[in-house]
Structure formats: C-alpha cells, structure tokens
C-alpha cells in the first residue's frame, strides 16, 4: 500500500498539478464525467467523479470503473491506499477545488498558507476548466516557494 503524502512528497504544488492533470485526463474518457458534487458513483454509461477523484486517479496511475468508484473502501482498495488517508486526502482536495487550501496544506504539513498570494477560484462541474490557468498560476507560486 502506498502513501499518497509520499507520492505528492507532502508538496500542495504537486497535489494541485495531479489535480489539474487528472481532470483534463478523465475528461477526455468515454466513460467518465466530471461531476464536482460526488466524489464516486456510476450508472450503467457512466462513472461520475470530482477533482478528488481525478487527482487520486492521476496520483495513482489508474482509472475507476463503475466497480470500484462508489464506495470509498472499494476506491481505496483499487487505488492501493489506506482508506482513512483517501478519505482525507479527498476532503482536502475538494476543499481546494473550491479555493480554499487550509485543509490541502494542514494534508501535507505546511504551514505558510499566509505566504502564498493568489486569485480565488472555484471548479465547478460547467466551469472547471476555465478556472485552471488560475489554479496553474498557484501551482507556479507553490513551487517557487517550494512548496
């Protein structure tokens, strides 16, 4: 089992980049919708999932199927990450999406949230993508701070 705090090298520039990555990469799948309301669930066409979802997808190297997106022990299972870490780590990106990094922060152990400037943002399902040059212009902050 892997640590998602390990695979992000506890760095909010790297859990935002996945983020972004993973959203623009499950969008283009035929069968999975953005959907920011869920963090899992399908129906016979369709898998539905948010920027948690996206991003534990692109950290993890592998997509949800209507088999194992709906419940988080099955999410937890196929990605190969600890159940409670998931579930954190998706609270805290879901807060993020909506432009608040206190909880991706607190996530990682950072603490300088106050050091970072940026301009808010929120993804929503209709809007999402273009909200993402704002959230690149974070990630860029993010990293030259090293964070």
């Known amino acids: 089992m892997e640590s998602i705090k390990q695979l992000i090298q506890n760095k909010p520039s790297i859990a935002l980049q996945a983020m972004v990555d993973g959203l623009k990469e499950q969008s283009k799948r035929k069968d999975f919708k953005i959907r920011m309301t869920t963090f899992g669930e ?83 399902t209709n809007d999402w993508e273009e909200q993402l040059p704002i959230v690149e212009k974070l990630i860029k902050e993010l990293q030259t701070q090293n964070l």
């Open 42 to 124: 399908s129906n016979n066409k369709f898998c539905y999932g948010c920027a948690a979802t996206c991003t534990l997808q692109k950290i993890a190297g592998k997509d949800l199927t209507a088999d194992n997106i709906g419940l988080t022990n099955d999410r937890a299972t196929f990605l190969k990450f600890d159940p409670i870490e998931l579930k954190s780590f998706e609270l805290a990106i879901d807060e993020a999406r909506e432009g608040c990094l206190y909880e991706l922060f607190n996530f990682c152990g950072t603490a300088v949230l106050n050091k970072i400037s940026y301009y808010g943002f929120r993804l929503k």
